[in-house]
């Protein structure tokens, strides 16, 4: 093989290939790295099936799993917005309108605004934190009550809670 060798490559080249493949241990490194070497510099294109196979390709290597390259459908996408205590109101969970169609509930404690909907039996408008939704329940929920005292009225600018003390502030519930 060597002769056959050196009448078909040039000499420079023929010397570089018999001076490293004559240990075995070279051969093995070679072995390992040159199909490494393609792939590095021959990379798939990002559309290339060898990187990400078609959803339908994907469905059908593994149809019964539940996972999958694509979800089945979209999340919702969650959208930035500012309440005022009259937008909230409608929020109450008592019914569609044309700012809720989805009969959503949500309150607000801390400015920071909770969608509560998955809870409607605790939340909505007969459940045990019903005086809650739709309104900001900062000054209820620290002081852990249930009265319509602690509910800023509709009309009224939203609760400082500057009266609160540090440990009904930052009081962490275990």
Avoid: W
Wanted: aromatic share 10%.
């Amino acid at each position: 093989m060597g002769q056959l060798l050196s009448h078909v490559l040039p000499p420079p080249v023929y010397g570089f290939i018999s001076r490293y493949t004559q240990n075995p241990l070279n051969l093995f490194l070679f072995s390992i790295c040159g199909p490494l070497l393609i792939f590095l510099f021959f990379i798939p294109h990002s559309s290339s099936d060898l990187v990400m196979p078609k959803v339908s390709d994907a469905r059908k290597m593994h149809p019964g799993s539940q996972y999958s390259t694509l979800p089945e459908s979209h999340p919702k996408s969650i959208e930035f917005v500012e309440y005022t205590p009259r937008t909230l109101a409608l929020f109450d969970g008592s019914g569609t309108n044309e700012a809720n169609p989805d009969n959503k509930i949500l309150l607000a404690i801390d400015s920071q605004v909770f969608d509560v909907s998955s809870g409607r039996h605790f939340y909505g408008p007969s459940g045990p934190y019903g005086n809650f939704a739709g309104r900001d329940a900062s000054r209820g929920m620290a002081k852990q009550s249930f009265d319509l005292e602690m509910i800023t009225p509709l009309d009224q600018p939203l609760d400082t809670l500057e009266d609160l003390t540090m440990e009904e502030r930052y009081e962490k519930h275990e």
